[in-house]
């Protein structure tokens, strides 16, 4: 039944061709460079990225205050990050993205409040710099254990020119340098959530590491400590990270910024050894903090085993023996537990068909976790990836697998009416369009309320799921019996 | 090691186990925390009268609100129309929130586009946002109108859609003719429920005023229908039908303006329907002519009650109204305006609610209830609760104001039991945290972010306002007519039977209490 890698990379350009027809000309030229088929021994997956969206054709992607307030800085527990600006961004993105963390929300931690500076008219036209000020005094009063405060900037700050710098230097001075970081992230820059990620990380580079505010953490450095950059802790990722690292001998500082506080931010410069997860999120303060404090990166893939193995070898290798023994341990040790759950599902997934849409490392990363149980990813895309991504998934996916940047609402469609993949893996906004075509559906940005998915105790979960996606007796009720018959 | 193939481990218990419990302990030597005293002490401060005093006087700051912006109004009027696209002119992040919100809360896909604008556009404007965005929803979603609305971006650079429309219409985007009616929605202003009004006016005025000078204007010729318009709503699926089923039961010619309770309700057959059902360009035209309008929820449309009432419609404008004598209300001014009687069905099913009430009553009376949401909702709710003996205790509005106010105080000194009772224009739920720690209440009605209110005062929620992400399918059950009358009821009861066994089910200690029959 399968096709021919050829076969496939012609019917692909068929159905690419077919979809731009629907565009106006000019459109077409342009979305037909983010739409390809992977050629094998290429160095990237021949298509367009990080360019702006076209207006209209419902773009998937977010803005820069999504990749800033909602992704970098959000989750970090003990400080309080005010969308500033109009109630709505806050308010949307309240709480929404999983951000596992322990803490007593209200008091000591604030991940899941939506604080916010709800802009009326008056502060558009005669500017919100006063009541910015105003709202940290109110913050210091009534969550005095806050441990920072970051001002995440909606569309109208930069329009109406606020000096939301001035207003955190002047208050954090105030309040005896409490951390107080302003963030550009004004949505309408960038062409996606990529820009708010370079934006946040820069202001921790600005702000945390080069600030002139508190720094009251010390701790004694071991030659086993590293830092987890790059996991947001959605569902408890990071946590089922950590315990790996921790169980091969290695000592975690710092968690960016999943379940992550300042104190662990700032002590990051006296890292080992930076691990990287989230690449496309948190590469910029990563080769930050290896140009400034010289301190290596390795970016790693936690989803699978096959990834899980070689990446802990990896990470090992950048330590001693004793470490990369203890790799080996924990490599073995997990073996059976694997074997275990590959031997339940994959019988069942064997040779079902992906196709996949996701933002960040996603795209590449869960190829191999797929792999491990027998499916096969045929088609992939990033909502906001750079030339750099793509580079990277080269080395994940096969020849011909179907590659769409940026994808529209219009062409993703399509693409799966064509394709018909045994599963979908995107987001909120897709799943329930494809659940109605009668095609299996995983949200890959919240893990679908699950998770979590990444590390051995990660892909048990990852499994279940999919089976259960895939084998759900639902999907033998979609058409009515009196339909079938005909 | 925890986890098994066996038996999968989700998060829930996965990190309860003593492996990933010592983690954390251990995490925490790097986290650098206060001490837990100091934590305690906070915790128990943030309980307290003074923490309530300041709380209160609080003027910029505003956490936890229960309202949203002004296009997610738009949008739910843009869905609300057949086979009509949403376009939102401005950043295209916004978008994206619009429709995750409404998926996540409907569990169903919310189709709606941006004109993608950027740093660019910042500077030069979105004329060509809106030329190159409409001509590409035009071919790929193939829409019988589009209904632009803006995010603040476009309002703070002051886009004005009325000339960037028409130059769009002349640059080809769409042919002249096609249907592109607008509002600005800056969400500096107001609420969702702003938006909504802003933008089923705008449609209104579209095609009853001359389509933006692309046609003539319509003459009004009354005629014997209504018009009902339901405003923002999260129950639409389920009231939409409620309501069209009594209008049947009635017989009347009616037209439902803003109708989006069939796309947000597709089957799952094999087919993705981006539009389905709504209000037809026809009917719009045809609801100029009508005798009345019944507006659901009259704050949510004070535009578009001005409006109606200038074209020389008589409006009956009601606040959500739940229960009996707030449908009674509703009834009864449909038999007025229509000049039939209410049909037997109706005072049956009346009779029906007013039985079960009758039934369970005992179990509600004097019971005291925090509630937050939409004014109108507020209105509503509240008048049901105190049509149950049950106390309104505090009612908060974030969109409310004092006009709202005024008409919460009037429905507490309407009943006995709305003494002591108090409304919260302009206020959060953060405002609503201290109330309920200094004034303590048996139940709150609120959204799914009142959970982390029943976390943290102990207050069980009872999920009865949008949105409700973390149960599933509750707006597909009315909450307006008798019948939804009904629904509120067994909402109420469940929540608090589940409550009264949930305190009496230690076995030898309170079990006594834990009755069979109720």
């Known amino acids: 039944m399968s096709m021919t890698v050829e076969e496939r990379k012609a019917t692909n350009k068929a159905l690419i061709d077919e979809v731009l027809k629907a565009y106006p000309e000019k459109m077409a030229k342009k979305r037909a460079k983010h739409l390809g088929t992977f050629e094998e021994g290429k160095p990237d997956c021949g298509v367009k990225s990080n360019i702006k969206s076209l207006p209209g054709v419902m773009t998937i992607r977010g803005c820069a205050y999504a990749g800033s307030k909602g992704v970098v800085w959000g989750p970090i527990k003990d400080m309080i990050h005010i969308s500033h600006g109009p109630v709505g961004c806050g308010q949307y993105s309240w709480a929404a993205r999983r951000n596992y963390y322990i803490g007593m929300t209200g008091v000591d931690t604030f991940v899941t409040m939506q604080f916010t500076s709800d802009f009326q008219e008056k502060d558009i036209v005669f500017g919100g710099d006063k009541k910015l000020e105003k709202i940290v005094d109110e913050i210091q009063e009534l969550f005095p254990l806050n441990k920072g405060i970051s001002v995440q900037s909606e569309c109208p700050i930069g329009l109406i020119g606020d000096d939301i710098e001035a207003v955190s230097k002047k208050k954090s001075k105030e309040y005896d340098n409490h951390t107080i970081v302003p963030v550009r992230c004004e949505g309408f820059r960038g062409v996606s959530q990529s820009l708010g990620h370079h934006i946040a990380n820069d202001a921790i580079r600005d702000w945390v590491f080069d600030g002139k505010t508190r720094k009251e953490h010390e701790f004694v450095p071991t030659p086993y400590d590293v830092a987890i950059i790059g996991d947001y802790n959605i569902g408890g990722d990071a946590w089922s990270s950590r315990i790996l690292l921790e169980e091969m001998g290695l000592r975690v500082i710092a968690q960016w910024s999943g379940d992550g506080t300042i104190a662990e931010l700032e002590n990051t410069p006296k890292a080992k050894l930076n691990v990287l997860h989230c690449y496309r999120s948190m590469n910029y303060i990563s080769r930050h903090m290896e140009e400034k404090y010289g301190i290596p990166w390795v970016e790693y893939n936690f989803f699978g085993p096959s990834m899980i193995e ?81 580079q990277r998934t080269t080395h994940y996916i096969k020849d011909g697998t179907l590659i769409y940047d940026d994808v529209t609402g219009y062409e993703f469609e399509k693409f799966v009416e064509k394709v018909q993949p045994d599963l979908v893996g995107s987001g909120i906004k897709e799943k329930y369009v494809f659940q109605k075509m009668g095609v299996p559906f995983r949200q890959m940005h919240s893990w679908d309320y699950s998770g979590p998915y990444h590390g051995y105790d990660g892909f048990a979960i990852f499994a279940r799921d999919m089976d259960m996606a895939i084998s759900s007796p639902i999907w033998g009720l979609t058409k009515a019996p009196w339909k079938q018959a005909a | 090691m925890p986890q098994s193939a066996d038996k999968v481990l989700d998060h829930e218990f996965l990190f309860r186990e003593p492996e990933y419990q010592s983690m954390l302990e251990g995490k925490k030597a790097f986290e650098f925390n206060h001490t837990d005293d100091k934590i305690k002490q906070i915790i128990e401060w943030t309980k307290t009268e003074d923490y309530k005093e300041k709380n209160f006087k609080r003027d910029s700051l505003v956490v936890n609100p229960a309202k949203a912006c002004q296009p997610l109004g738009a949008v739910f009027v843009a869905n609300g129309f057949a086979k009509t696209m949403s376009f939102v002119h401005g950043s295209q992040g916004c978008v994206a929130y619009y429709r995750s919100h409404f998926s996540r809360h409907f569990k169903e896909p919310t189709s709606c586009v941006s004109s993608s604008m950027t740093e660019d556009a910042a500077v030069f404007g979105g ?360 629904r509120v009821l067994v909402n109420l009861l469940d929540e608090y039977f589940e409550t009264l066994d949930a305190n009496t089910i230690v076995p030898g200690k309170t079990d006594y209490s834990y009755d069979i029959i109720r």
């Open chain 1, 310 to 390: 070689k990446s802990l070898r990896e990470i090992a290798a950048h330590f001693d023996d004793a470490i990369k023994a203890k790799a080996e341990e924990v490599i073995a040790k997990y073996k059976p537990l694997m074997q275990a759950v590959i031997d339940k599902y994959k019988p069942r997934l064997q040779g079902k068909k992906v196709m996949l849409f996701v933002g960040g490392l996603r795209p590449r990363h869960v190829i191999g976790a797929y792999e491990d149980l027998g499916m096969e990813v045929v088609g992939t895309g990033y909502e906001f990836g750079h030339n750099d991504d793509y």
């Open chain 2, 127 to 486: 004329l060509n946002n809106m030329i190159d965005g409409l001509a590409n929803t035009y071919n790929l979603y193939q829409p019988e109108m589009i209904a632009v609305s803006t995010t603040c971006m476009a309002e703070v650079i002051g886009d004005d859609l009325d000339a960037f429309i028409k130059n769009a219409k002349q640059k080809g985007s769409v042919p002249a003719e096609f249907d592109v009616p607008f509002a600005h929605t800056p969400a500096f202003v107001g609420s969702h429920i702003t938006g909504y009004d802003n933008a089923l006016l705008g449609i209104l005025k579209h095609f009853w005023d001359g389509k933006s000078g692309a046609g003539e204007a319509l003459t009004r010729v009354p005629n014997d229908s209504i018009n009902f318009i339901g405003g923002f709503d999260g129950f639409v699926v389920g009231n939409m039908k409620e309501i069209r089923r009594i209008f049947g039961l009635f017989g009347v010619d009616y037209t439902v303006l803003c109708d989006p309770s069939e796309v947000w309700n597709t089957p799952t057959d094999g087919e993705f329907r981006m539009y389905e059902g709504g209000t037809t360009k026809a009917e719009v035209e045809r609801a100029l002519h009508a005798k009345a309008t019944i507006v659901m929820q009259e704050f949510c449309c004070e535009k578009t009650t001005k409006y109606l009432k200038e074209k020389g419609q008589e409006v009956v404008a009601l606040n959500c109204p739940v229960g009996v004598a707030g449908t009674d209300e509703f009834v009864m001014a449909l038999s007025r305006l229509t000049g039939k009687p209410v049909p037997a069905e109706l005072e049956k099913e009346r009779g029906q609610l007013v039985d079960a009430m009758a039934d369970s009553q005992a179990h509600l009376h004097g019971k005291r209830y925090a509630l937050y949401g939409d004014p109108d909702q507020m209105l509503g709710l509240s008048r049901f609760l105190l049509e149950l003996g049950a106390e309104p205790a505090h009612v908060l509005a974030t969109n409310g104001d004092e006009k709202w106010a005024a008409r919460m105080q009037a429905v507490f000194d309407a009943s006995p039991y709305g003494a002591g009772c108090k409304s919260y224009p302009k206020r959060d739920l953060w405002h609503m945290r201290s109330l309920l720690h200094t004034e303590p209440v048996d139940f709150l009605i609120g959204n799914t972010y009142g959970k982390y209110l029943e976390r943290d005062t102990g207050a069980p929620l009872i999920r009865m306002v949008f949105p409700i992400f973390d149960r599933h399918h509750y707006h597909r059950y009315p909450t307006w007519g008798y019948e939804g009358g009904l």
